[in-house]
């Protein structure tokens, strides 16, 4: 995946992050290698939201193995599953 | 039950006539609408609002005893009143009613502070002696009747409910004080005695409070849930099991005491089915059930409790909750709650307890309680779980006990065993006294994303901080199990379950609940059962199914627990929105009250206007503020005081002195 486009992604994860789980933070106040659980970002109801969002967003489907922190856990996590899934 | 209110002069001012306790009375109208009474003199003023249960003739308060020396003003109820009746009477004592208030007066003569010792029962009430000019105030074991109280220039004043302190000046400050809201939005109730309102407490449960005339004050703790006094008996289960069962026959057998017919709820659950089957088979009641249905699947029961119908053949009725019916009742339910809530959980009880008055009851028998005290919820079955794996972090049980949490969640630690690890895991220590209640505070504080700057920054550390000053030398050194079981019981289960969704919800439509799980002598005798029999591997309840084995359907005994849950933002938004909604969360009363973010509470309101269906936090984070939101207009800032209309006053006042 190229580099830009890799931005892109990042962005879109950043915004729909602030839109649906950090409401009126400040850009700042979220770091890309966050953890979503640790923070108190996202719970664990939250994490179904991410992934129904996910399914939608990019067009492929989140096996129940691949529900795990690792994958889905930050920002930066986000953008590397995201990738090796399009 | 009844509603009590009244103050108490410290320092030489002028007393406040009669408006003043009319006033404060008149507020609590809804707990005692059958007649006021009142007395007053130079140094104190009470009064008293009444629904008649026991005794409906000679039932009036106050009530005095013989020199007519010490008046009493009561909310609640004495189970042992009889037996406590002929004692007293052996002794000598004359009695002028058949009232159980009438009681408490001369064990009072007798043993003075030590009467509580006595008692059993769930009440609140303000002895005032005359001679002496000391009030004595008092509230049960457990928590189940309320009792708030302030000082205000030169003044107590004490009342059943909030507002009745309220109504008596409006020099009283109606605020809210920041901490206790942090408290809220992290434990779901108050830490301590201190309510959301500055300055306003509540008299914790278990406590007695004396002023005499120099304003000297006394504050103690008269009972204490006694965990960690276990004793070594080599009781076998079936052997607990018995005891249990005769304990809580005679605990239900009292609770049916009273002049008017008693029903009970069912829920479909263990706990309620237990009570309702003891009431059938060992007393001659007539019995009428009442239960809540959804229309939503997810929060039904009604199968169950059909089960439970048909098992014992009780006159049954039933009232069914729609989001819509939730969503309209919730201001009037914070009206008389008057605290913030963060679940929507105590409204079906209040139109419950509307069902229960057009039916012409007064009184229910519920299975409060017994979660608490025997060991039934799933944060022990969790506490217990992330124990066994943070002590055998290589066990291969792991996935296996990880699945048995919560089976019933959205995203139910059976589907991501990985996220269930990681969401348990609090890096708190074993021995960490909060233990078993880290991550549901953890989930829970998320909501104060959406507090102000002003408001984060008064709140900060301090809920744990007070929280641990409160309770450290009461848990240390208890098992975990006992621990969380303690913390539950007087945090969830005093701070907010019997008052938020119990004795509140009653009392908003003149209904008494009360709770043969929570007799102070089956609490005793549950401390003793050892804590791995309470919940036996992870079997909950396990000594009371044991007791109940022959009593009730194999599919009641043997049904995987439902927590009693209410939807909570769906109610709001699944059908309709209510025209209040953009009301009390328009940006402009937000910024006005400085509570929460406007911006951020706004973007969630376009979240759930766009999908009904949202997370814990979210869930919380809405019912809370939108709670305090209404708490903050009804209360704080449109607050009005109204008066006894003039025909009330003919008809129903007895006014003494």
Known sequence: MRGNQQVAIKQKIRTFIFENFFFDAKEEDLSDDASFL?????????????????????????????LTPENLDSVDSLTDFIARKI | MCGIAGYFNIKHVPEGGNLLLERMIWSLRHRGPDGFGFFQDKRAGLAHARLSVIDLEGGRQPIANEDKTLWIIFNGEIFNYPELRRQLISR?????????????????????????????????????DQRKEELFLARDRMGIRPLFYTFCNGRLYFGSEIKAIFFADTAIPRAFNPEVLGEIFTFWSPAGEETVFQDIRQLNPGYLLKIDQQGKITKKCYWQIPFGEISPSRASEAELADQLRELLIDATRIRLRADVPVGAYLSGGLDSSTITSLIKHFTDNELKTFSVTFKDKVYDEQEQQQEMVDFLHTDHHAIRCTYASIGEAFPDVIRHTETPILRTAPVPLYLLSSLVRRNEYKVVLTGEGADEVLGGYDIFKEAKVRAFIAARPGSICRPYLLKRLYPYLALSPSRSAEYAQKFFNTDAPLNDIFYGHRPRWKTTSGTQLFFSDDLAASVGQKPFVKLKSIWHDQLKGLDLFSRTQFLESRLLLGNYLLCSQGDRMGMAHSVEGRYPFLDHRLVEFACTIPPHLRMKA?????????????????????????????PDILSFFGEREPEYLAHYLSEKMLAEAGLFKPK??????????????????????????????????????????????????????????
């Open chain 2, 92 to 128: 000598g004592h004359s009695f002028r009613t058949e009232s159980d208030t009438e009681v408490i007066v001369h064990l009072y003569e007798e043993k003075g502070e030590d009467c509580l010792q006595e008692l059993n029962g769930q009440f609140a009430f303000a002895l005032y």
């Open chain 2, 600 to 657: 951020a509470v706004q973007r969630l309101l376009m979240k759930c206007r766009k999908k009904a269906r949202q997370g814990f936090r979210e869930n919380m984070a809405f019912v809370g503020m939108l709670s305090t939101m209404i708490l903050y207009d009804k209360f704080v800032n449109n607050f009005s005081i109204d008066l006894i209309p003039l025909n009330e006053r003919t008809v129903n006042v007895h006014r003494v002195q």
């Open chain 1, 38 to 66: 640790e923070q108190g970002i996202i719970d664990s109801t939250g994490v179904l939201e991410l992934v129904e969002w996910l399914e939608d967003e990019f067009g492929f489907t989140v096996d129940d193995e691949e």
């Open chain 2, 538 to 566: 992870l079997n909950e309840k396990n000594i009371l199914k044991k007791a109940m084995v022959d009593l009730l359907p194999d599919g009641i005994i043997r049904r995987k627990k439902q927590p009693y849950m209410a």
